[in-house]
């Protein structure tokens, strides 16, 4: 049997994809002196498309995050599928803003690999833009995969040495880095921190200036069908993720079963087990009730009961669409400050919660 020791610092790491046995220490390949000159235009708003699976939601929030200070500084707009609006048809409109965009950051993964969609539509066109020079394609290494001889592999990787974000020990200090490698590619210069401005790049005589597209866009309404819809859909997508957590957390620690149980069409269970003695679990539940009304709860009660909950989420309209936002236990620990969130993340959460607890036992 392993060491508690052992154990703990197994279940750490659950949260997470396990390393891949050959992921290579790349040095990055020197940007170009200037992005907007090599592009042959001014060095005005660059846009950036981020391509990414939505397994990696999380990951594209906070890169966009951390994007902040180059959009606020007029150097870049950001542009992804979650700024479809309703009646836009998807595939063009994914292809529109990927043929315009300037910049061009995938977000790689194992699951983006695996993507049909991200990586033999979008990546491959990224590419071949590249390499005529009408966008930058910058792969950012979000979680640990196997990409040596990959085509993207050839290409700037980020972050530094190629070391995945996830593996970073501060997540914040990993997007920094990547946002520092972005910037080298728009060009910006010391003077331009100091100044305030973009340096600017020569123009092209022979080029003739064409407007961008504009950034002004029309708030979006949902009504209160959509929100219950998006509600419904992220209630199931926590039910499947549960699933994987629970399947991971037992692969990696012999010792350890997960219980998944369905209460009904509205609530489940999860259930963990440390050699046969329960050590974790709650509850998730929305739809009637006093509680579960307009929200996803999640209660430490396996019992599912609708008058207890210790955390919840409620729907949020944002500039990218709904979202979730926390409202309990976990915001209050992130000082009353939490982002709105996808289900992805909300899960991501709460299993942390429950790893917690896992955690305490064995201690």
Not at 152 to 162: E, K, M
Not at 315 to 341: N, Q, Y
């Amino acid at each position: 049997m392993a060491s508690k020791g052992a154990l703990c610092h197994s279940i750490r790491t659950t949260s997470r994809r396990r390393r891949c046995s050959r992921v290579a220490r790349l040095l990055n390949p020197p940007p170009p002196a200037n992005l907007a000159a090599d592009l042959g235009r001014a060095s005005d708003l660059a846009t950036a498309f981020i391509s990414y699976t939505h397994c990696d939601e999380s990951f594209r929030q906070e890169l966009e995050t951390h994007l902040s200070p180059l959009r606020r500084q007029g150097l870049l707009s950001v542009w992804h599928d979650r700024r479809i609006t309703p009646g836009d048809h998807l595939d063009d409109t994914i292809s529109e803003h990927l043929e315009g965009a300037d910049l061009i950051l995938m977000l790689i993964s194992a699951d983006f690999v695996a993507s049909e969609y991200c990586y033999a539509r979008e990546m491959t066109r990224a590419l071949e833009r590249h390499q005529a020079k009408k966008a930058r394609a910058i792969s950012i290494i979000c979680r640990p995969c196997h990409f040596e001889g990959l085509s993207f592999s050839r290409f700037l990787l980020l972050p530094t040495d190629a070391k995945a974000v996830s593996l970073w020990p501060d997540r914040d200090a990993a997007w920094v880095d990547v946002v520092k490698g972005i910037k080298l590619a728009l060009g910006t210069s010391v003077a331009a921190e100091t100044t305030g401005k973009p340096t600017a790049a020569p123009a092209r005589h022979s080029e003739i200036s064409t407007p961008r597209r504009s950034d002004v866009r029309l708030p979006k309404t949902f009504t209160d069908l959509d929100k219950d819809d998006f509600l419904e859909a992220s209630f199931e997508r926590m039910w499947g993720l549960f699933e994987a957590k629970g399947a991971d957390l037992e692969a990696e620690n012999t010792q350890i079963t997960v219980r998944r149980i369905r209460i009904d069409a509205q609530s489940f269970a999860v259930r963990i087990f440390l050699n046969g003695s329960e050590v974790a679990g709650g509850s998730v539940y929305h739809g009637g009730g006093h509680f579960g009304r307009d929200q996803i709860c999640f209660s430490t009660d396996t019992s599912a009961p609708r008058n207890s909950m210790n955390e919840w989420f409620g729907v949020e309209v944002t500039d990218e669409g709904l979202m979730l936002k926390s409202g309990g236990m976990l915001r209050m620990m992130a000082g009353g400050r939490e982002e709105p969130v996808s289900a992805d993340r909300a899960v991501e959460m709460l299993w942390e919660h429950l790893l917690d607890r896992v955690k305490a036992r064995i201690r």
